[in-house]
């Protein structure tokens, strides 16, 4: 049989871990597992979303590239998704470092070390982007930047507070001992 | 109360809590030392409510932008409550950085759920106030809630998480009796 993507996604891990000096990782969640770490991820998923609402409405909204502080429809989703995001990044970040008060199964470990890795990359680029745009004159308008690139800064700032949360869930669930392996009877 | 705590603690998975000792003194001067900066922090943030209800410090007037002693004052316990809760979550983790008892993390660990969860519902506030277009108008922008919701939102969002990790050094079962690390201490000591 062919393996299938999460598998081949899976190998691929198991070769990467190495690199970083991670090893023992085990992918292989069971219902609850899964059930928990949905559970667990509520609320940094909605942060995520929110900015991702942010960013849409300030590329495709009527009002592209400015904040905009008007009763319409628009400038409101934005004003809430930007500043909810913002409120919400931390309480998003307490809720993951108060799930691993628990017992952390090694794999909830293992997928949250590759959530905090994604989360740590896509908040580096974020802050490129930002770093870039500052340095374009053409992005500026009276000294401001322009709102696009605020949230771009937005998406760093969540984005890099969530990569906390995780790698603390990961370590959590990789630095508990390995369970036990059978040698077979002693002679 | 504690047995309903001790239930919740249950349900989430969090194992060992025990409220029912009480405190030492030493611990209980240890979490009021770990404590003040964050509680200096939200008080801050009252001192810029109170500023904004007897003064209306935080209703942007878009032609005339105040600039009198309160809205200053306003503006500096604000800023202060954010930098400060910062720089306590800091000090939260560097006091859970030697042994922390079971039963200081067990408060820790009510806090946290406590801080935690007033995060979570101040930023829903703020997405719903933000929605609202009663707090807009042609010439001024009142994001008075707003903004008042959002910071208490990130100062106890930032505090739940140093509450968090002083739980996690107390309840991580390092330092329990019978444990491999604590007799391997012990061995060590002696």
């Known amino acids: ?187 | 109360m504690n047995t309903l705590i001790n239930r919740i603690a249950r349900r989430l998975g969090i194992r060992g809590l025990d409220l029912d000792t009480n405190l030492t003194i030493a611990d209980r001067d240890r979490m009021l030392r770990l404590s003040a900066l964050p509680s200096v922090a939200i008080t801050l943030l009252f001192v810029g409510l109170v500023m904004d209800i007897f003064f209306n410090t935080r209703t942007f007037d878009l032609q005339h932008l105040p600039d009198k002693w309160p809205t200053r004052i306003d503006n500096a316990s604000s800023d202060a409550a954010t930098l400060l809760s910062t720089i306590g979550t800091a000090v939260l983790f560097i006091g859970g950085a030697s042994r922390v008892s079971r039963q200081l993390a067990s408060w820790a660990a009510v806090f946290a759920g406590a801080l935690l969860i007033t995060a979570t519902a101040c930023a829903g506030f703020v997405i719903f106030t933000d929605l609202d277009t009663s707090a807009y108008s042609a010439s001024s922008y009142d994001r008075f809630y707003s903004v008042t919701w959002e910071q208490l939102a990130e100062v106890a969002g930032i505090s739940a998480i140093g509450y968090a990790f002083l739980a996690y050094r107390g309840l991580s079962g390092s330092h329990q009796p019978g444990s491999r690390i604590a007799e391997r201490r012990r061995r060590d000591a002696a």
């Open chain 1, 1 to 187: 049989m062919p393996p299938n993507r999460l598998d081949t996604l899976i190998e691929r891990l198991h070769r990467l871990a190495p690199l970083f000096g991670i090893r023992r990782f085990d992918f292989h969640l069971s219902i609850e597992e899964r059930d928990r770490l949905i559970a667990l991820s509520l609320l940094p998923a909605t942060a995520v979303v929110l900015v991702i609402v942010a960013f849409l409405s300030t590329e495709l909204g009527p009002h592209s590239g400015r904040l905009n502080l008007t009763v319409d429809w628009s400038g409101r989703v934005l004003s809430a998704a930007y500043y909810g995001s913002q409120a919400l990044t931390l309480a998003a970040t307490a809720s993951v470092f108060f799930a691993a008060l628990g017992r952390v199964p090694r794999t909830v470990g293992s997928w949250a070390a590759v959530a905090a890795c994604a989360l740590a990359v896509v908040s580096f680029a974020s802050a490129a982007f930002v770093v870039f745009v500052a340095l374009d004159s053409s992005d500026i308008f009276g000294g401001v930047v322009r709102y696009n690139a605020r949230v771009w800064e937005q998406l760093a700032y969540v984005t890099g507070h969530l990569a906390i949360g995780y790698a603390f869930l990961a370590y959590r669930g990789l630095s508990a001992p390995a369970p036990r392996r059978s040698y077979g009877r002693r002679r």
